[in-house]
């Protein structure tokens, strides 16, 4: 029988309720639906016990996990599945990087930091990584900030013999997803594309920081789907009775034989801190496994969950 | 310079109309818009005369080509560029095989025979690609009925040197192509299906005849999408005022990470004959290469255009 | 305190059991969403009691009237509210008008018969009339089958001081409602309809029943649409995991100024027994308020629920 | 036969292109399609004759009508119908109020101006009606301005026996014209609405002005469509190709009988500035015809055209 990884998470937003009530759900029922990768080098989705965890927010520091995860802002719903106390009490997250050692201290035992916070705070992102690598502990970056980019770093994960899987967390269905896939097969098929437009409505927290910042998200978006200047994303419409859903509309308008018209319009829904815990559960196996097998730096075969990779340009 | 190619039609439908328009429409504009594969073997879409046309309705035997094409049933659109008369007179098709001899006559000087006649007359399929085999001219099945599965049929064509592709078009991007991708997108990405279904709307005459006789046509279609049971297809609604276009309405119910549901919704919109067209003009441009170069039977590279190629069945 | 409907029911299918799976849900929770009417005369929706239910099925017949109305086919949810066993054990229905006195007996003690069974029997629906005639029991018949058209029956009910409702429920909220209200609004604002289509999917065993005799409910539809000729209607489709959703695709091609294009497109998705619950609560409410205040043969307070009113076409 | 109406316009952008095209194409026509009243008191859509035009742009000053209306960032098409130089010479707008004196003198013979120029810039719409009072025209405002909601100035044309119609133009056909078309068929229903959003996408040059000017007409359509809450709107999206374009995804979701959920999905494609010509059309009639009835002031019969009539909030 394989150990289960040891699991230490900064910040018990949305994503961290749906990894941390997904892995219950599904050691409780057994199934293995919407799984990805149900098995990991022997590791299953429910082989995670996580034993730390650390928040800002006074409505969740202090509290049993379990708990925490249903402090608002928060709104991903509660799964029909028994989530006994997690026994770990959430932990103060640090300020700045006078608190590495505290911090490193706390993450004694685990084995993967899985860094889930907002996005937008690179020294915080960066003083956690630190704080890990001081610890031994593989450290997975799902946010936009640069932390696997940052080349000296890296350089010292690989040295250690610690991980670094990072930056920026691919969702496992989302609006980009599904739309890149649509523009690949109207080029695929021979079809021209004429325009193409994305409209994204959300509920979250997280949806809500994209707003405020809408700029560099949005660049990325646009990056991902070709430069070909003919894909507009309307502005982020955050919409709080959405709660953790995502409505995503795609219109694609293309020419085909003759110049004849081809329009495909799609109107997805997600939930969206379900698309990520889907894509963590993979970096939180891939990391573990790695440190187990003493190989440092970034893996490869994490490549396809991330959208930022070591080598991209931050 | 490269000769430009030979091409015979059977059928003076939609299909035909689209075709020989979309020749025209790109001779006359240089546009490469919409084309799967501007050139093949230095054969450009434009490279193709029409030296025969068959058809069975009073309304277009006797009339020039350039004609023929706009008489109803016919509900393509006229294209907005010039049309000069074709100088081919529409012959009558043959009814039974004793008119083999004289369709094989009538293709004299042809290089490829395009059968694009209604689907459901295996006989008259048949005995066209007899006709064809005689006169030495590559055969094009775009319908559903069976001639290059037919083993021994295939045999000759092999023996005489004479290509032969088919069976049944794979339209360049229609409902079965759209619905395909979204599918395994939903599989490669670790969902779970729940459910999926397709409602197909169209106004042309071949759409009336799959409405007359939907059971072949859903069956291949349900095939096509993988025998999980969980896809449906509603009846096919034919609908006169689409004219040629397609409407398809596609949903999908899928689950991913702790069952949390995944919707997308799909409305798409083409024009029918444009679909067949856009691969009309490469198995067209295939078969004169194969033919050119003493190849006959089924040239492999036909097989990505074609729904039935030999070894499926029946 | 007014004194509560006593309430008979024919047909124990989904519609039954969204009627009084709701009545037991408003009961327990005092919420008042959804409902057209609260109260009518002092009469609230929970202000009902079924003192007789009749059906034909084996899998019924016998049992407690809140158990069967969960057997299959019956697909409608069961709803989160407490239902205790009802008192009433579902009787078997009549087969021919031979047994109408034994039901009339069994109606003694009765204000309203529901007849909710399926359509397309319509000896059957006006052996259950007789027998609500005979025992004074006022009759609501939710069905296409003429009864309320039927001259001589209505009379009766007249002289006998009987309320007589029919025929032919209008949802609460359905295709035809929100089609018709677009088409009106098209037309109000000056538009003029190009065309229209509507798609109707579902999964419940009466719309089984309407995919395998669509003639006769398709055309009524359409004549609820105008007969402008321009408003078509695709297949009925049954697809059974769409359990009690009716899901509807409705397109509308108009013109404006100028005769420039206005599309519009809809999705509707909605409970098909809730729709006929939501208005056989007003029915049979409207009934018993006339059968208390002695006014016989067809209210005209009931003209807006129903499609086929007395004096309308059979 | 009646005299056509003698039309000054202050802007020529996309509006005033539809109008005069429209105008145009009804004349070589005939058409009555799209038209919410052929006829008002015997004036037809074709009964008017434009005199006169301002514009503020060099690309359009000094030239004719029928040129300028097709000059950028004009993007409404090009309408497939005869369109001779309208002997209009488009003069240079008034910047401020010292020019009053030059556009009354230019507005000598004309019986309505019909103000359609960008919203925001209310002293100029309050000089230009100051001019039209001068020259005792008729004075049409469609735009959001306050100019019919001022009441000092509404006493005078009162005084003056010269029309004033406005403020801000309800489009014919639109999104605030179908959401809340189906938000009271929710209502009507008896259906409780839970929520409901607004997508709206366009390209024209005035939906660019109100997504940099977003706050005033996102309030006015929220106002529009009920003081609610449960009514949200996506920021508005300029898309450049959609040019004279307008999308719109609306959504509803609601619950029926016994709390069980209804959706609804609509997506809406419009020319926006065809909305404007079909009801402007209205205007200028209504305001011709009280003009030439000596009625002056705010015409009751224009109040189903405006937005904010007199007396409705500034």
């Known amino acids: 029988m394989i150990d289960s990884v040891r699991l230490a998470v900064v910040g018990v ?20 639906v919407g799984l990805h990768r149900p098995e990991i080098a022997g ?8 034993v730390a965890a650390f928040a800002m927010s006074d409505r969740k520091v202090g509290k049993d996990l379990h708990e925490a995860i249903f402090m608002p802002p928060n709104n991903f719903p509660r799964l029909d599945t028994e989530l006994p106390p997690a026994g770990v009490t959430v932990r103060r997250g640090l ?13 004694e035992g685990a084995e993967v930091l899985l860094y889930s916070a907002p996005s937008g705070r690179p020294d915080t992102a960066r003083a956690y990584a630190e704080a890990a690598l001081t610890a031994g502990v593989a450290f997975v970056n799902t946010t936009s900030d640069p932390v696997a980019r940052h080349e000296s770093l890296l350089a010292r994960f690989e040295e250690a ?8 967390l691919a969702s496992q269905f989302g609006t980009s997803v599904l739309h890149h896939a649509l523009l690949r097969l109207i080029e695929e098929r021979g079809l021209t594309l004429g325009s193409s437009y994305q409209v994204n409505l959300g509920g979250t927290e997280d949806f809500r920081n994209l707003v405020e910042n809408p700029n560099t998200k949005k660049q990325s978006k646009l990056n991902a789907l070709g430069s070909s200047g003919k894909v507009q994303m309307a502005p982020l419409a955050y919409m709080p009775h959405l709660r953790s859903h995502k409505i995503a509309h795609l219109n694609i308008e293309a020419q085909g034989w003759a110049e004849t018209a081809v329009s495909v319009e799609v109107r997805l829904q997600v939930h969206d801190p379900s698309g990520a815990a889907g894509v963590n ?3 939180i196996r891939l990391a573990a496994i790695a440190l187990r097998s ?7 075969e994490a490549a396809s969950l991330l959208k930022s990779p070591p080598g991209t340009a931050i």
């Open 95 to 107: 300020v700045d990087s006078t608190e590495v050692e505290r911090v490193a201290h706390a993450l």
């Open 43 to 50: 590791l299953g989705v429910s082989d995670i016990d996580v």
């Open 13 to 32: 937003g949305n994503n961290t309720s749906a990894l941390v009530q997904g892995i219950a759900f599904y050691r409780n029922t057994g199934s293995l």
């Open 281 to 283: 559960i993979d970096l």
């Open 161 to 168: 013999r610690v991980p670094l899987l990072g930056d920026d």
């Open 294 to 300: 003493g190989r440092g730096g970034y893996p490869a």
